[in-house]
Every structure is written in C-alpha cells, then in structure tokens.
C-alpha cells in the first residue's frame, strides 16, 4: 500500500475531526462570509508525483481554497432558487459519503428501500397517490429530461412506434407550454426532439401562466398527440399554470401532461398555499427538487410518473449480471445513471428530523420574508415591483431609465459589498432584479439588511449613470 495512505488509513479519525474543525470554522462564522464574490482564474498546477497525505491538503485547502467559496447555503444569497442545508440533511450527506453506497440494486444494501421510503413521504407531502412511481436524480434539469423521455415514448406508442428500440423516425413531436425553464429546451436537445418541437402558447395578460382558450385551440387545431409541459411556479414570479384546467382538457384531448414544479411543489405543504397545486394528481409526471426548498446539499431532485411500466421501456438496464428488468424494482432500470449517489438520505434525514411541519414553516417564513420585502420595495422611490408577490420571488427593477448593462453593473457592485447577492434577469423584456428567497435561516432582518444594500449601492452608483 502506498505509505500515506495507509497512514492516513491509520490517522482517519483525526482526518475526521479536523474535516469537522474546518466546517464548524464555516457554520460558526457563516453569517459574516460573503455570499457571492468574484474569484479571478487560477493558475493551473501540475499533478504531484507524490502526494502530501490528507491532513497536509485539507490543510491546503483551508488556507487557499475556503475562503473563496460562495456563501450560497447562507441566508443571504437571493440568486436563482438556492436552498440552504438544514442540520440534519448535512449529517445525512456526511454520512452518505462515509457509507459511499452505490444506490441502484437492492441485493446488497438497504440504500434502495431507503430511497423508497422517501419516495413515499414525499408523495405525502405533494398529496400525490401511490400509484405515481418516482426516483431520485441529480436535479431538476434530468427530472425534466427523465420525465420528457417517458413523454417521448408515450407519443410513439400513439404511432404505433416503439421509440426506445426503434427511434424517433419521421414523427412529428410537438411540446407546447407557456413560460418553460430552460432546462426543458435542454432535455428537448438531448432527446433528439429538438429545441425547435416547442410551441409557445401566450400567457394570459400580466402573467406567465397560459392562457387555456389558446391551448383548448392549439389541442383542437392539431389533433396529433403532443406533450404539454404546465408550470408549478415559473422562475421570474412563481406563478402557476391552471392545473386543475389543464388536467380537464385530458378528458377531450390526447397529451402528455408534465408539470414543472420545481421549487413550487412545495405549495402543497402549506394551507395558505396549496389551492396552486390543485390538479396535480392529472400529471403523467411531475418535476420536483429538493436541493432548492427542502433545503438538502447538492444534489438532490425527484422524478415522479404514473406510467412506471413506459419509464422501464426507456431507461432498462440489458446487462445480463443485472438481472431481469420486468422483475427488478432496482433504479438503473429506471433512471439514466447506472452507479447512484445515495442522494435520498439527506432528504430522508431532513423530512424524519423536522416533518411535514418543519418545512411547511420553512416556506411560509420565506413567502413572509419575500411579502416584507416586496411591500418594501413599493414604497421606495429608487425600484418598482414589476409583478405581484406571489410566494418566494421579489420580481423587481429600477424606477429611472435603465439598460440590461445597469442592472449587471448594480449587481455586482452589491456583490462586492458583501452582504447580499442577486441575479437578474428579464422579465417581459424588461431587464430585472430575482430575489428568491429559500434558505432554512432567512428571517425579516436579512430582508432588512437587503432593501438597505439595495438603497445605499444604487445612491453609490445612480449620479455616475445620470451622467451618461
């Protein structure tokens, strides 16, 4: 064996503790770290010939490494829709790693019932029914791409064409939806089916959901079947597509039903919040992270479908030593990956450690924080809302005339201050400022500390942009 590793074979449980010293050094002092900054290229290195053993790199990496990283699990990172990780579901990832299952078959290891059984709780708490099966992936992005690609297959099987064995072919698919993230143009990439597939159907006046009677034409018109991909909270101002509508439209038209509810789908815990989710049960699949607002490490999303025996037809492992698929519940004949992170214990832990309650909480005490600072911005005179409020997001811009290069320029002059950090975006053609808020520890005070960056950057800058 090589001499520093067994050394450090040896030495593990002082490698441990000093792993363990350097994240309380993080957690203890995370509310003064920065949460986003701007870290220059670094030279690249040559690979040692010998190594210096783990305590002398995670030694290394403390002192050249850490202090560069994105706060982005703080409570003060507003940029995208970015989770923090809660107590436990950091001591579910630690121990992911210490365990390091490959979690795709069950005749070794627990680590797929597991997986089952937060599958389970999960369908709890979206009000989903037990026939929807689901699996855990990387994110949002592959749960959109997963979801698409039974989709996919679903629409062949109308034709009579089986598209897993014998391709697309000459079919015409079509994806039709109002606002999509952009991972579905993505996944429509990586299937084949082509960013060009998508139909745009307009949104209903000052909103991003669709308008019905558009989509009732479109159906009507084109008597194909098609996949139509509803929205469960868009990314600029959560809002929702008419679920429960687009689900009545099934009775009279033949489509697939996907519902993108990334980050929304969490409405269905809360009572304030649940009616958005109506209709949900008419999804033939549905998208839903956790690493966003169940607040679990990186990475974490969901998958559910009720068409369990089409997502075996695509994804089916053929390896002989992998046994037969029609008999396995094993997740690599159900998921793109064949080696599996056990990325399901970290939610399991979470959801066992705070249930239904703890993370309703998380989502009323964050739409409260994104109310507090939406009511701020309208009294200001420096910014306007540019839509309502509607759970998480504060869609905002500045008051006075303004390009996309404004609004780049503020941002990074707030995230050089220190204390908060956006990311814009366009919102109806009008360039614009998200602050999503989503992390477990965000309260009204860091809303408080926001609206005063917000102020006391733009003052800095706004005489510099009257000049041009």
Known sequence: MNPLLATDDKNISAILQETLAVAERHFNHQHKIAPGRLI????????????????????????HFADKLANSAGPSYFGFVTGGSTPASVAGD?????YDQNACGSNDSIAPQIERQTIHYFRQLF?????????FVTGATISNFVSLAIARQ?????????FSNDGLGAVSLKVVSATPHSSILKSLSMLGIGRKALVRIDTLPDREAIDLQLLENYLKQHGEPVIVVANAGTVNTVDFDDLEAIGQLKKKYNFWMHVDAAFGGFAACCEKFAHLMKGVQHADSITIDAHKWLNVPYDAAMQFTRHKSLQLKVFQNSAAYLGDPEKSPDFFHYTPENSRRFRALPSWFSLVAYGREGHAEIVERNCHCAQYLGEAIKRSGDFKLLAPVRMNVVCFTLKEAFTFETIREYLAAIRDDGRVFFTPTLYKGIPAIRAAISNWQT????????????????????PEHAVR
């Open 94 to 98: 630690w121990l992911v790693s210490t």
């Open 40 to 63: 220059p290229d670094i030279n690249l290195n040559d690979l040692p010939e010998k190594g210096i053993g783990a305590m002398a790199t995670l030694q290394h990496f403390e002192k």
């Open 127 to 135: 009000g989903l029914g037990a026939d929807y099966f689901g699996s």
């Open 154 to 162: 679903w629409v062949g099987e109308q034709h009579a064409i089986d």
């Open 443 to 462: 309260r009204t005070e860091h809303m408080d500390t926001a609206f005063t960056v917000l102020t006391e950057v733009w003052k800095k800058l706004k």
